[in-house]
């Protein structure tokens, strides 16, 4: 099974609908992180979190909001979904002893109409 | 602002010919580079150097980080069709633990 999962892989929505998007890990890691990735723009950081009390906004956190349900999960919501967020997310974990190599999920294809 | 500026965002070669890879960072309090190999799924981890790990190197791939010059590149020698991939340079964003990421450099490997 997978260490890090996310749910769902694809989805298909219309402008203004709310979506979550979903995060769990078996890994153990304390720290949990959701991306966004678009073509020639790399991965960019939209929220973070060190421990379930402890989250941050990342470099393009407009639009989204996160929670952390616990440990091992981390949702990431798009309140009212635009055109312009469509892209391929991903979510990551870390451990907090080596937190600078970061483990990714399969990602999930939004794709917003 | 903390930066990571990856050259170049695209290249094609042929299968057994090899590639460099540029990575540069501008971060506050320098921790670590790492680069990571994207197909068509997650990126998975390659390498992580840091002050006291300069070189890295695993088969045919290997890396170099350049303290003075605030860089790093990702050499491939005798390139093979699963070398293509998405290839992601990224550094510690000051003193957290989030990372910020190149562009990404996409390389195709003819046969």
């Known amino acids: 099974d997978a260490d890090v999962t996310q749910t769902p892989r694809n989805r298909i929505t219309k402008t203004g609908k709310r979506i979550m998007l979903e995060c769990s890990q078996t890994?153990?890691?304390?720290?949990m992180y959701w991306y966004r990735q678009d073509p020639g723009l790399g991965l960019r950081l939209i929220y973070y979190?060190?421990?379930?009390?402890?989250?941050n906004k990342g470099e393009i956190s407009d639009g989204y909001s996160v929670s952390r349900q616990a440990q091992a999960k981390f949702s990431l919501s798009l309140e009212s979904a635009i055109p312009n967020q469509t892209a391929l997310y991903f979510c990551?974990?870390?451990?907090?002893?080596?937190?600078?190599?970061?483990?990714f999920g399969p990602g999930t294809r939004l794709t917003v109409t | 602002e903390d930066k990571v500026v990856q050259s170049p965002l695209s290249l094609v070669v042929h299968e057994g010919d090899t590639v460099t890879l540029n990575c540069s960072y501008e971060?506050?309090?320098?921790?670590?580079l790492l680069w990571y190999k994207q197909e068509k799924k997650a990126p998975t981890f390659l390498f992580m150097l840091?002050?006291?790990?300069i070189e890295k190197k695993s088969g045919r791939l290997s890396s170099i980080l350049d303290k003075k010059e605030l860089s790093s590149i990702l050499n491939i020698t005798a390139t093979q069709t699963g070398d293509s991939a998405i290839y992601l340079c990224?550094?510690?964003?000051?003193?957290?633990?989030?990372?910020?990421f190149g562009q990404g450099t996409t390389l195709q490997v003819k046969p």
């Open positions: 890994k153990g890691h304390d720290r």
């Open positions: 979190s060190f421990d379930v009390k402890d989250i």
């Open positions: 840091t002050s006291s790990g």
């Open positions: 990224a550094s510690n964003g000051g003193n957290t633990g989030k990372l910020i």
């Open positions: 990551a974990t870390s451990d907090s002893d080596n937190s600078y190599e970061q483990y």
């Open positions: 971060v506050t309090n320098f921790r670590s």
